[in-house]
């Protein structure tokens, strides 16, 4: 029996290596199979992203499935049962660096969006094979958004097929302490800003957690700490920073976040600097991404009519999705978080299956999310 052409390009995006800023060579794989499938528009916009759009006989509403070219690298060292470039299959599962993070999902977007019979559309079905996700959620997706203007955005990332509403979002924080330098012989000569910092991280790792029934609750993790000068050659180091990743909930804001962090009268005495910092990356064309590091939480409620004929057709497709949201940050961060346009999340295999050592998909999810997705196209998009 023939191998299903979907499972075929899945490989084929996996054995291409994509790290951020260097996607160009699996874009042009993307790129390719939309015009062999027919899609009727295909261009690659400013930062390298793919963009393929099929119209339907009738106008109406833009529907965006989005879906992230881009993969972490392989940690050197570190041993993976199959090939982390090999796309092999073995027992009805796909292993690779990507498989599940997500190069199934993108793959199963375009083979789902190029199968529509377009008399039967009111509108028009795109994906975006975004770039740069990994380095800052939603940079990207900003540029394709601007070109085509969605009404709704299906974000592809692992739902293990359920439908997610919501999603929290991520902030960067940079805390510095400012001490006084002085010789490690008198350290009482100085002021040593690693032992004012120890106080701040204690602090921090004392804020009181949010919680949001759908969201779960807030994360504050230091992620690294590092003094100046380094290495100290006989000095009390006079500077001190760490940085927090800080995964939001709903309703957070950045002034709320650092201003709780300032207020705390046991860092009275202490010079503490506290920001959110931002950043400049730049695509493998050249052109530049970059924004603040705070990227906010959504939620679209349940009752809402894009989640409802969202939820409705993948039912009606033989799907069961349960109604859920993403513990990490994606590209809806900017589409529905800042954008705020209706977005939903569904894509195949598991938030857990991202980032780690045989990264997996099952062979079963990815023709199913294929179904899915032609299932949401109909469910927003069709005619009759």
Not at 95 to 124: E, F, I, P, T
Not at 238 to 253: F, H, I, N, P, Q
């Amino acid at each position: 029996m023939p191998q299903d052409s979907l499972v075929t390009f899945a490989q084929t995006l996996i054995r291409q290596r994509s790290l951020s800023g260097d996607e160009g060579a699996v874009v042009e794989l993307i790129i390719s199979e939309m015009r062999r499938l027919g899609f009727d528009q295909v261009w690659k916009d400013v930062n390298g992203s793919a963009i393929g759009v099929i119209k339907g006989a009738q106008l109406g509403p833009t529907l965006l499935l989005d879906g992230h070219c881009d993969t972490v690298d392989v940690a050197p060292g570190v041993s993976w049962m199959h090939d982390p470039l090999g796309g092999e299959i073995e027992g009805g599962v796909i292993y690779g660096r990507g498989a599940a993070d997500m190069k199934g999902a993108l793959a199963a977007m375009v083979h789902a969006v190029a199968s529509m019979d377009r008399s039967q559309l009111k509108g028009c079905a795109a994906v975006s094979a975004s770039v740069m996700e990994e380095s800052l959620e939603g940079a990207s997706l900003r540029t394709v958004m601007d070109a085509l203007e969605p009404d709704f955005v299906v974000i592809g990332e692992a739902t293990n097929l359920n439908l997610n509403r919501g999603g929290r979002g991520r902030a960067e924080i940079h805390l510095e302490t400012i001490g006084r330098p002085a010789h490690s012989s008198s350290p009482d000569l100085g002021r040593n800003a690693v032992h004012d910092m120890i106080r701040v991280v204690e602090v921090v790792e004392r804020q009181p957690v949010k919680k949001d029934p759908l969201l779960g609750q807030t994360v504050f993790a230091l992620t690294d700490i590092i003094s100046d000068p380094y290495p100290a050659c006989s000095m009390v180091p006079s500077r001190c920073r760490v940085t927090y990743d800080r995964r939001l909930v709903a309703g957070e804001t950045s002034d709320e976040i650092l201003g709780a962090i300032a207020a705390s009268p046991e860092l009275r005495g202490i010079e503490l600097h506290a920001k959110i910092p931002s950043s400049d990356y730049h695509t493998y064309t050249g052109a530049t991404l970059g924004g603040v590091k705070f990227l906010p939480a959504w939620v679209l409620p349940e009752s809402d009519s894009f989640v409802q004929a969202c939820l409705h057709g993948l039912r009606t497709a033989g799907l069961d999705p349960k109604i859920g949201a993403y513990r990490f940050c994606t590209n809806a961060a900017y589409s529905a978080g800042v954008a705020g346009v209706p977005t939903i999340g569904f894509g195949p295999g598991r938030e857990e299956d991202a980032h780690i050592i045989n990264e997996r998909l099952e062979l079963e999810s990815l023709i199913a999310a294929r179904q899915g997705y032609r299932a949401i196209i109909n469910a927003v998009l069709s005619s009759k």
